[in-house]
């Protein structure tokens, strides 16, 4: 096909470059979606049907997307390599996220939501922790 200038398009390639980006998006999605779940759960000890589901069909379009034939043979190595940098800064950005809540609820100026939910949180903690097991 012809693009608006009048370049001939090698539509496969284009085809190819569409279906790397979307295995790179829906690893990320589904990396993200982890860590959040491990956050609801782990630290917030709440349950939420709305994002619980999100992260399953995250998840399951990341294990679709890594167990199909989606991306064309001759891009298997640029999907592999363009689905772990996308695993890796979704893991990044996670732990960063992890590492610096603390950081950004202390900085609030009291009435955002990051310091309503270290708020909350650090109560649930010590009414949890007032009671034996």
């Known amino acids: 096909g012809n693009n ?6 090698d539509e496969s390639e284009l085809d190819s470059t569409n279906r790397i980006a979307l295995l790179a ?15 609801l759960f782990g630290v917030l000890h ?10 399953c069909l995250s998840i399951i379009l990341g294990i679709l997307s890594w167990t199909s034939d ?16 996308s695993f890796g800064a979704a ?8 590492f610096n809540a603390g950081d950004y609820a202390a900085n609030a100026n009291g ?6 939910l270290m708020a909350s949180t650090a109560k649930a903690q010590k009414q949890t922790k007032d009671f034996p097991p």
Do not use: R
């Open 91 to 98: 893991t990044a950005m996670a732990v960063a996220l992890f």
């Open 111 to 116: 009435d955002s939501f990051s310091s309503t």
């Open 25 to 39: 998006a829906t690893t990320a999605c589904a990396t993200f979606s982890s860590f959040l779940m491990s956050i």
């Open 46 to 55: 709440a349950t939420c049907p709305f994002c619980i589901a999100s992260a």
């Open 70 to 85: 989606m991306i064309p043979p001759a891009s298997k190595k640029a999907g592999a390599q363009a689905g772990m940098v």
């Open 4 to 9: 608006s200038d009048g370049a001939v398009v």
